[in-house]
Protein backbone atom coordinates (compact mmCIF):
# COMPACT_ATOMS: atom_id res chain seq x y z
CA UNK A 1 0.00 0.00 0.00
CA UNK A 2 2.68 2.29 1.06
CA UNK A 3 3.96 1.61 -2.14
CA UNK A 4 1.41 2.47 -4.51
CA UNK A 5 1.10 6.07 -2.25
CA UNK A 6 4.66 6.90 -3.11
CA UNK A 7 4.38 5.86 -6.68
CA UNK A 8 1.26 8.12 -6.90
CA UNK A 9 2.93 10.94 -5.44
CA UNK A 10 6.02 10.51 -7.22
CA UNK A 11 5.56 12.55 -10.30
CA UNK A 12 6.97 10.54 -13.34
CA UNK A 13 8.62 12.47 -16.26
CA UNK A 14 7.02 11.94 -19.61
CA UNK A 15 8.25 9.29 -21.27
CA UNK A 16 9.31 10.07 -24.88
CA UNK A 17 7.88 8.96 -27.84
CA UNK A 18 9.80 6.37 -29.86
CA UNK A 19 12.75 8.17 -31.72
CA UNK A 20 12.86 11.22 -29.32
CA UNK A 21 14.90 12.77 -26.50
CA UNK A 22 13.66 12.39 -23.38
CA UNK A 23 12.06 15.15 -22.00
CA UNK A 24 13.57 17.23 -19.05
CA UNK A 25 10.89 18.45 -16.48
CA UNK A 26 12.00 22.39 -15.75
CA UNK A 27 12.13 22.32 -11.98
CA UNK A 28 12.91 25.93 -11.64
CA UNK A 29 10.05 27.86 -9.79
CA UNK A 30 8.05 30.18 -11.24
CA UNK A 31 6.49 33.57 -9.87
CA UNK A 32 3.75 35.69 -10.98
CA UNK A 33 4.43 38.62 -12.41
CA UNK A 34 2.90 40.71 -10.20
CA UNK A 35 5.44 39.69 -7.51
CA UNK A 36 8.49 40.03 -10.06
CA UNK A 37 11.28 42.34 -8.53
CA UNK A 38 14.76 43.21 -9.96
CA UNK A 39 17.03 41.60 -7.37
CA UNK A 40 19.85 44.60 -5.92
CA UNK A 41 17.26 47.47 -6.70
CA UNK A 42 14.65 49.33 -4.61
CA UNK A 43 11.43 50.36 -5.88
CA UNK A 44 11.60 53.78 -7.03
CA UNK A 45 9.62 56.51 -5.14
CA UNK A 46 6.94 58.25 -6.31
CA UNK A 47 6.81 62.44 -5.13
CA UNK A 48 3.35 64.13 -4.40
CA UNK A 49 2.69 67.51 -4.96
CA UNK A 50 -0.46 69.45 -4.32
CA UNK A 51 -2.60 71.46 -6.68
CA UNK A 52 -2.98 73.99 -4.25
CA UNK A 53 0.75 74.62 -3.79
CA UNK A 54 0.81 74.60 -7.33
CA UNK A 55 -1.18 77.12 -7.50
CA UNK A 56 0.30 78.98 -4.92
CA UNK A 57 3.99 79.37 -5.97
CA UNK A 58 2.78 80.20 -9.96
CA UNK A 59 0.67 83.23 -7.56
CA UNK A 60 3.88 84.33 -6.32
CA UNK A 61 6.10 83.80 -9.54
CA UNK A 62 3.34 86.35 -10.88
CA UNK A 63 3.79 88.59 -8.07
CA UNK A 64 7.58 88.54 -8.35
CA UNK A 65 6.97 89.51 -11.94
CA UNK A 66 4.98 92.12 -11.74
CA UNK A 67 6.98 94.14 -8.97
CA UNK A 68 9.76 93.80 -11.28
CA UNK A 69 8.34 94.99 -14.38
CA UNK A 70 6.95 97.94 -12.19
CA UNK A 71 10.48 98.98 -11.03
CA UNK A 72 12.07 98.82 -14.14
CA UNK A 73 9.71 101.36 -15.15
CA UNK A 74 10.25 103.59 -12.54
CA UNK A 75 13.72 103.77 -13.01
CA UNK A 76 13.21 104.51 -16.34
CA UNK A 77 10.81 107.44 -15.59
CA UNK A 78 13.31 108.52 -13.53
CA UNK A 79 16.74 108.65 -16.09
CA UNK A 80 13.96 110.01 -18.51
CA UNK A 81 13.36 112.91 -16.10
CA UNK A 82 17.07 113.48 -15.50
CA UNK A 83 17.81 113.44 -18.61
CA UNK A 84 15.36 115.71 -19.43
CA UNK A 85 16.38 118.56 -17.12
CA UNK A 86 19.33 117.88 -18.00
CA UNK A 87 18.53 118.75 -21.50
CA UNK A 88 16.66 121.82 -20.49
CA UNK A 89 19.43 123.08 -18.08
CA UNK A 90 21.50 122.70 -20.59
CA UNK A 91 19.76 125.00 -23.09
CA UNK A 92 18.92 127.68 -20.42
CA UNK A 93 22.84 127.82 -19.62
CA UNK A 94 23.56 127.59 -23.98
CA UNK A 95 20.89 130.76 -24.20
CA UNK A 96 22.36 132.56 -21.06
CA UNK A 97 26.28 132.67 -22.51
CA UNK A 98 25.57 133.47 -25.94
CA UNK A 99 23.58 136.30 -24.38
CA UNK A 100 24.44 139.47 -22.75
CA UNK A 101 22.59 138.36 -19.61
CA UNK A 102 25.25 138.83 -16.72
CA UNK A 103 27.42 141.91 -18.76
CA UNK A 104 30.58 143.14 -17.20
CA UNK A 105 29.48 146.56 -16.25
CA UNK A 106 32.19 147.10 -13.61
CA UNK A 107 36.01 145.86 -13.21
CA UNK A 108 36.97 146.60 -8.91
CA UNK A 109 40.34 145.66 -7.71
CA UNK A 110 41.45 145.02 -4.53
CA UNK A 111 44.38 144.30 -2.25
CA UNK A 112 46.53 146.66 -4.45
CA UNK A 113 48.98 149.92 -3.37
CA UNK A 114 51.47 150.27 -5.90
CA UNK A 115 49.82 150.10 -9.14
CA UNK A 116 47.59 152.48 -10.58
CA UNK A 117 44.26 152.35 -11.81
CA UNK A 118 44.98 152.99 -15.07
CA UNK A 119 48.04 150.75 -14.66
CA UNK A 120 45.49 147.91 -13.72
CA UNK A 121 43.35 148.59 -16.44
CA UNK A 122 46.40 148.23 -19.42
CA UNK A 123 47.35 145.22 -17.48
CA UNK A 124 43.92 143.43 -17.00
CA UNK A 125 42.36 144.75 -20.81
CA UNK A 126 39.15 143.01 -20.06
CA UNK A 127 37.04 143.39 -23.32
CA UNK A 128 34.16 145.89 -23.09
CA UNK A 129 31.55 143.30 -24.30
CA UNK A 130 32.74 140.15 -22.04
CA UNK A 131 29.94 138.86 -19.70
CA UNK A 132 30.62 137.07 -16.34
CA UNK A 133 30.09 133.68 -18.04
CA UNK A 134 32.14 134.35 -20.91
CA UNK A 135 35.05 136.07 -19.34
CA UNK A 136 38.56 134.51 -20.02
CA UNK A 137 39.79 134.66 -16.42
CA UNK A 138 42.78 133.09 -17.50
CA UNK A 139 44.35 135.40 -19.73
CA UNK A 140 42.94 138.15 -17.48
CA UNK A 141 45.38 136.70 -14.95
CA UNK A 142 47.97 136.18 -17.17
CA UNK A 143 47.85 139.87 -18.41
CA UNK A 144 47.77 141.17 -14.59
CA UNK A 145 50.80 138.15 -13.65
CA UNK A 146 53.41 140.60 -15.86
CA UNK A 147 53.99 142.96 -13.68
CA UNK A 148 56.07 142.36 -11.21
CA UNK A 149 54.95 144.25 -8.06
CA UNK A 150 52.23 141.21 -8.57
CA UNK A 151 52.80 138.08 -7.25
CA UNK A 152 49.38 136.58 -7.47
CA UNK A 153 45.85 137.29 -8.61
CA UNK A 154 42.55 135.40 -8.76
CA UNK A 155 39.55 136.49 -10.42
CA UNK A 156 36.55 136.55 -8.87
CA UNK A 157 32.97 137.02 -10.92
CA UNK A 158 30.10 139.18 -8.54
CA UNK A 159 26.95 138.52 -9.85
CA UNK A 160 25.09 139.92 -11.68
CA UNK A 161 27.66 142.57 -13.04
CA UNK A 162 30.79 143.09 -11.04
CA UNK A 163 34.16 141.65 -12.00
CA UNK A 164 36.80 142.23 -9.17
CA UNK A 165 40.43 141.65 -9.16
CA UNK A 166 42.07 140.18 -6.26
CA UNK A 167 45.74 140.95 -6.33
CA UNK A 168 48.70 140.43 -3.75
CA UNK A 169 51.81 142.08 -4.17
CA UNK A 170 55.06 141.90 -3.48
CA UNK A 171 56.72 144.36 -0.73
CA UNK A 172 60.09 146.57 -0.94
CA UNK A 173 62.48 144.87 1.12
CA UNK A 174 65.06 147.70 0.49
CA UNK A 175 66.02 149.96 -1.98
CA UNK A 176 69.27 149.97 -3.92
CA UNK A 177 71.91 152.62 -5.45
CA UNK A 178 72.63 151.55 -8.62
CA UNK A 179 75.85 153.30 -10.91
CA UNK A 180 74.96 154.71 -14.13
CA UNK A 181 76.88 156.81 -16.50
CA UNK A 182 80.63 154.93 -15.95
CA UNK A 183 79.42 155.62 -12.22
CA UNK A 184 78.78 159.28 -12.26
CA UNK A 185 75.69 159.39 -10.85
CA UNK A 186 73.34 156.22 -9.33
CA UNK A 187 69.57 155.40 -9.87
CA UNK A 188 67.58 153.92 -7.08
CA UNK A 189 65.75 151.09 -7.62
CA UNK A 190 63.84 148.68 -5.36
CA UNK A 191 64.19 145.37 -4.53
CA UNK A 192 61.65 143.27 -3.24
CA UNK A 193 61.98 140.72 -0.36
CA UNK A 194 61.68 137.54 -2.23
CA UNK A 195 64.73 139.23 -4.71
CA UNK A 196 62.60 140.45 -7.52
CA UNK A 197 63.57 143.47 -9.18
CA UNK A 198 60.59 145.81 -8.53
CA UNK A 199 60.64 149.43 -10.84
CA UNK A 200 63.12 152.19 -10.75
CA UNK A 201 62.49 154.96 -8.42
CA UNK A 202 62.49 157.97 -9.73
CA UNK A 203 62.97 161.53 -8.27
CA UNK A 204 60.31 162.45 -6.07
CA UNK A 205 59.79 165.68 -8.02
CA UNK A 206 60.32 164.63 -11.41
CA UNK A 207 57.56 164.24 -14.29
CA UNK A 208 57.84 160.43 -13.74
CA UNK A 209 56.72 160.63 -10.60
CA UNK A 210 53.81 161.87 -11.18
CA UNK A 211 53.24 158.35 -13.21
CA UNK A 212 53.46 155.89 -9.76
CA UNK A 213 52.08 155.23 -6.83
CA UNK A 214 52.69 157.64 -3.76
CA UNK A 215 52.52 154.40 -1.84
CA UNK A 216 56.16 153.50 -3.21
CA UNK A 217 57.98 156.72 -1.90
CA UNK A 218 56.30 155.49 1.33
CA UNK A 219 57.53 152.01 1.37
CA UNK A 220 61.05 153.19 0.04
CA UNK A 221 61.30 155.42 3.16
CA UNK A 222 61.18 152.46 5.38
CA UNK A 223 63.52 150.36 4.19
CA UNK A 224 67.31 150.21 4.60
CA UNK A 225 68.77 151.17 1.30
CA UNK A 226 72.00 148.82 -0.28
CA UNK A 227 74.63 151.05 -1.00
CA UNK A 228 78.26 150.69 -3.04
CA UNK A 229 76.98 147.89 -4.86
CA UNK A 230 79.75 147.11 -8.13
CA UNK A 231 79.58 149.33 -10.90
CA UNK A 232 78.18 147.14 -13.91
CA UNK A 233 74.58 145.68 -12.18
CA UNK A 234 72.09 146.25 -14.46
CA UNK A 235 68.51 145.80 -12.97
CA UNK A 236 65.69 144.81 -15.00
CA UNK A 237 61.90 145.20 -13.83
CA UNK A 238 60.50 141.73 -12.66
CA UNK A 239 64.24 139.91 -13.30
CA UNK A 240 65.42 137.65 -10.13
CA UNK A 241 68.45 139.76 -8.85
CA UNK A 242 71.47 137.34 -9.57
CA UNK A 243 74.44 140.01 -7.69
CA UNK A 244 76.15 138.16 -5.41
CA UNK A 245 76.85 141.11 -3.18
CA UNK A 246 73.49 142.34 -3.49
CA UNK A 247 71.85 138.89 -2.34
CA UNK A 248 74.13 138.79 0.27
CA UNK A 249 73.02 142.22 1.63
CA UNK A 250 69.11 141.18 1.52
CA UNK A 251 69.77 138.19 2.99
CA UNK A 252 71.62 138.96 5.58
CA UNK A 253 69.15 142.22 6.79
CA UNK A 254 66.02 140.36 6.34
CA UNK A 255 67.54 136.97 8.67
CA UNK A 256 67.59 139.44 11.80
CA UNK A 257 65.18 139.71 14.33
CA UNK A 258 62.76 142.26 13.96
CA UNK A 259 64.41 144.51 16.85
CA UNK A 260 67.68 144.48 14.79
CA UNK A 261 66.72 144.69 11.67
CA UNK A 262 64.34 147.84 12.46
CA UNK A 263 68.04 149.33 13.53
CA UNK A 264 69.58 148.79 10.17
CA UNK A 265 69.41 151.98 7.63
CA UNK A 266 72.62 151.28 5.03
CA UNK A 267 73.78 148.37 4.02
CA UNK A 268 77.45 148.86 2.17
CA UNK A 269 77.74 145.83 -0.42
CA UNK A 270 80.96 146.07 -2.28
CA UNK A 271 81.40 142.39 -1.82
CA UNK A 272 80.18 139.64 0.48
CA UNK A 273 82.30 139.57 2.82
CA UNK A 274 82.85 143.20 3.31
CA UNK A 275 78.95 143.88 3.47
CA UNK A 276 78.55 145.84 6.39
CA UNK A 277 75.66 147.28 8.44
CA UNK A 278 74.81 150.95 9.54
CA UNK A 279 72.49 151.19 12.50
CA UNK A 280 70.37 154.33 13.42
CA UNK A 281 72.68 155.31 15.79
CA UNK A 282 75.61 155.33 13.46
CA UNK A 283 77.20 152.53 14.85
CA UNK A 284 78.64 150.25 12.22
CA UNK A 285 78.67 146.42 11.63
CA UNK A 286 81.07 144.35 9.63
CA UNK A 287 78.74 141.52 9.22
CA UNK A 288 80.59 139.41 6.40
CA UNK A 289 78.67 136.92 4.51
CA UNK A 290 74.70 135.45 5.59
CA UNK A 291 76.08 132.81 7.77
CA UNK A 292 76.00 132.14 11.20
CA UNK A 293 73.06 135.08 11.29
CA UNK A 294 71.45 134.06 14.60
CA UNK A 295 75.22 133.99 16.81
CA UNK A 296 76.27 137.10 14.87
CA UNK A 297 73.27 138.93 15.41
CA UNK A 298 73.77 137.82 19.59
CA UNK A 299 77.13 139.05 19.54
CA UNK A 300 76.23 142.22 18.72
CA UNK A 301 73.40 142.34 21.13
CA UNK A 302 75.69 142.05 23.70
CA UNK A 303 78.15 144.33 23.07
CA UNK A 304 75.72 147.06 22.88
CA UNK A 305 74.54 145.98 25.70
CA UNK A 306 77.58 145.78 27.41
CA UNK A 307 78.58 149.48 26.56
CA UNK A 308 75.16 151.43 26.00
CA UNK A 309 76.07 154.61 23.45
CA UNK A 310 79.88 153.97 24.08
CA UNK A 311 80.42 151.73 20.69
CA UNK A 312 80.79 153.10 17.40
CA UNK A 313 82.48 149.96 15.60
CA UNK A 314 81.79 145.94 15.59
CA UNK A 315 83.25 143.53 13.88
CA UNK A 316 81.50 139.89 13.88
CA UNK A 317 82.84 138.27 10.54
CA UNK A 318 84.38 135.69 12.19
CA UNK A 319 81.99 135.36 15.20
CA UNK A 320 83.88 133.51 17.49
CA UNK A 321 86.43 136.34 17.35
CA UNK A 322 84.63 139.76 17.69
CA UNK A 323 85.74 142.39 18.03
CA UNK A 324 84.65 146.16 18.62
CA UNK A 325 86.02 149.95 19.49
CA UNK A 326 84.20 152.55 20.86
CA UNK A 327 84.00 156.24 19.99
Known amino acids: MASNRNNRNTRQAPRARSGQAPVRRDTTPTYRASNRRTLGSAAPRVSTVKLG ?15 AQASY ?12 AIAVLAGVFAGAYWSNLFAVQQVTVSGVEHLTASEMAQLANVPSDTTLLRVDAATIESNIMRDAWVENVHVQRVFPNTLNLAVTERTIGATVEIGVDDGKSTETWALSTDGIWLCRIPDKDSEAAQNISPKIYEDAENVFVITDVTYGVKPEVGKVCTDESVKNALDVVTSLSTDLKDQVKQVSATSTENTTLTLDSNVEIAFGAASDVRDKERVIKQILAD ?5 SYINVRVVKSPTWRTA
Do not use: F, I, M, T
Request: charged share 30%; aromatic share 4%.
Open 53 to 67: DLDAASARGSVHRAR
Open 307 to 311: HPGEV
Open 73 to 84: KNYRAKVVAVLV
